[in-house]
């Protein structure tokens, strides 16, 4: 006797779209046959796609950033909002502070998330500080503890690190297999065109795009990859957006460097033009890398398509608009150069790419599958628990349905921003039911789980870093 049998629908994982019965028990999925026998409870799926549950391998919340600035989610509104997007597990960052632990600043977020979270959850590092003590003590036990990756940043004062400490980064992540995340934008280039701008009085939200040109991502991108293969260690280049920083990691994979390559909705839906909006309306789609333009698109589309990305994450990382604590803090009304950095996305992530993508014929379900879930769990050591269907896996689940139509407004969303960038947009395509581990977590809309629904997720090693994907 199963738990519950999810009945008619059409499952679809990251190779197979197979019309099949879905058999839970326990919290994960049992069997799957044309015509399961009796369950305590089912659901009928007709019409509607049975996928793995979304993950959402780059996410951002409550991370300090800056004077005074808070984000606009915690881990309850950041969970709940990947939740009603069609999620059930988040990788959110756990930020080391200068001159602290990795210890202690993990001690920090799991604190903060402790019964708090509605999916599952699993932290990469970021490490600001490498001394020999993290590098060599600390770093080695956090990834025999499950915190296999880390990502580090070529930009942000008090962020970013140099090229002898990204260096000796990765030389320590090739010891101990952890996989390491690279942000690719050449921080003393964007701090003299930050210096341009000023003098000649450019302030506005569109100056952050162009102080931050392609030729800084491109440059940094290159330089993070030539590091990685001085030291002989794969690296994720994430957030990627345009041509010359994904012809960077063709290039590289060409040199036989083992790199994966990630991209963003932002960009593939907005533009440089959108933080040229009225007023400071435009602070509204200031992140980094900036939008680019409809070249930049295109060719982020065609890295979906053929393959040089591998993941397609949100980079949710909100602030408020109308707040002194976001967007609109008294400084940023002087200069773009002190608007938080980031925008929302976790909810709609998984609605745009099925929308634009699927439904436009640029990418089949499949590949949807593995951009959206799959090809995560793979890669940060996850998997097959997570990311696919298959007798054995956790029964995290989105119940899809491909015809339902919604214009994307902020109203509907769960997130703790008080705007989304994609207001107005149409989309087809939407979760109407979510399962985690088996239990029905939204439906319709609805929730049906409790903050601390969500487990914390400790992470094999990355295959692509060495480790092998768990047996049974
Ligand atoms: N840029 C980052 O590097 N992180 C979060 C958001 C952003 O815009
Ligand atoms: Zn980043
Ligand atoms: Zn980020």
């Known amino acids: 006797m199963f738990d519950l049998v999810i009945r008619g629908g059409t499952v679809v994982t990251a190779s197979d779209t197979i019309r099949c019965d879905v058999g839970i028990r326990g919290g994960r999925i049992t069997a799957l046959a044309e015509h399961l026998g009796p369950a305590l409870d089912q ?221 963003c909705p932002q960009y593939l839906m907005l533009t440089a033009d959108d933080l040229d909006r009225d007023g400071w309306e435009g602070a509204k789609f200031v992140c980094s890398p900036p939008p680019r333009d409809a070249a930049s698109q295109a060719a982020c589309w065609q890295g979906l398509e053929q393959g040089i990305f591998d993941l397609y994450s949100s980079d949710h990382c909100p602030f408020r608009f109308d707040d002194p604590q976001g967007k609109l803090n008294p400084k940023g009304t002087r200069s773009f150069r002190w608007v938080p950095n980031g925008i929302p996305g976790v909810e709609t992530r998984l609605p745009i790419l099925f929308s634009e993508g699927v439904m436009k014929n640029r990418i089949d379900i499949n590949r949807f599958v593995a951009l959206t879930a799959t090809n995560h769990a793979k890669l940060y050591g996850l998997y097959p628990r997570k990311g696919t269907i298959a007798v054995g896996s956790d029964a995290d689940l989105a119940l899809w349905n491909p015809r339902e139509r919604r214009v994307v407004t902020n109203d509907r969303l769960h997130h703790g921003a008080d705007y989304t960038p994609y207001e107005g947009l149409e989309v087809q395509g939407w979760p109407v039911m979510v399962l985690l581990r088996g239990q029905i977590a939204m439906r319709d809309g609805e929730e049906f789980v409790r903050p601390g629904a969500g487990q914390y997720l400790p992470r094999q090693r990355s295959p692509m870093a060495g480790g092998s994907p768990a047996a049974g």
């Open 43 to 263: 659901i009928d799926a007709t019409g509607l796609f049975v996928l793995p549950g979304g993950i959402d391998s780059h996410v951002h919340i409550a991370q300090p950033s800056g004077d005074g600035i808070v984000m606009a989610d915690d881990f309850e509104s950041g969970t709940r909002s990947a939740l009603h997007g069609g999620n059930t597990t988040v990788l959110p960052f756990c930020l080391q502070q200068k001159g602290q632990s990795l210890r202690e600043a993990l001690a920090g977020y799991h604190a903060l998330a402790e019964g708090r979270c509605l999916t599952d959850v699993s932290f990469h590092l970021i490490v600001t500080d490498p001394t020999p003590a993290v590098l060599g003590q600390e770093l080695p036990a956090l990834v025999e503890d499950g915190y296999t990756s880390l990502k580090v940043f070529m930009t942000y004062e008090g962020l970013r690190l140099r090229d002898d400490e990204i260096l000796a980064t990765l030389d320590a992540a090739r010891s101990t297999g952890a996989l390491v995340m690279v942000h690719c934008e050449n921080e003393d280039a964007i701090r003299f065109l930050i210096g341009k701008h000023e003098e000649e009085g450019r302030l506005s939200p569109l100056c952050h795009a162009t102080s931050r040109p392609i030729a800084a991502e491109r440059e940094a991108t290159h330089r993070a990859l030539s590091l990685a293969e001085i030291v002989g260690v794969p690296l994720v280049i994430v957030h990627v957006s345009n041509r010359e920083a994904m012809e960077e990691i063709a290039r590289a994979r060409m040199r036989g460097i083992r790199v994966a390559g990630e991209t």
